[in-house]
């Protein structure tokens, strides 16, 4: 499954636009970990025990929202984005969300971007915006 965050993917286009997709994956941090975060944010720096539970999560939520587009049909996920919350004091929640779609190699796919013949052979004088010299 092709997952990107942009609208678009070179070479493609999409042939059918099924809706939107989402993986949700709700974590506790546990007493362990908070004791541990709670002494290292005395004294500063990163809190190795949520950057793992949260990069975890990110995966998770992320397979399942592959699965979910899968269920629909799709075979790539554009506009792909994260989000995340905490809920109460001990859980964070991460969203991974896109729209699903079914997407197809674009005709002119294998066109060589060279033999583009530029806007001379569509009738435009060089220069662009119709400008045309007045040089006598």
Do not use: W
């Amino acid at each position: 499954m092709l997952v990107v965050t942009t609208e678009n993917v070179a070479g493609h286009r999409v042939k059918t636009m099924l809706g939107q997709c989402f993986g949700v994956v709700v974590r506790s941090r546990g007493l362990g970990g908070n004791l541990m975060a709670g002494l290292r944010s005395i004294v500063g720096g990163e809190i190795h025990e949520y950057t793992a539970m949260l990069e975890e999560a990110r995966r998770h939520a992320l397979d399942r929202m592959v699965d979910n587009a899968a269920l629909m049909g799709a075979n790539a996920i554009l506009m792909m984005r994260f989000d995340s919350s905490e809920i109460g004091e001990t859980m964070s929640e991460i969203v991974a969300y896109g729209t699903a779609v079914l997407l197809e190699e674009a005709p002119d796919a294998h066109a060589d971007p060279r033999a583009d013949p530029g806007p001379a052979a569509a009738g435009e004088p060089a220069g662009g915006f119709g400008h045309r010299s007045h040089a006598p």
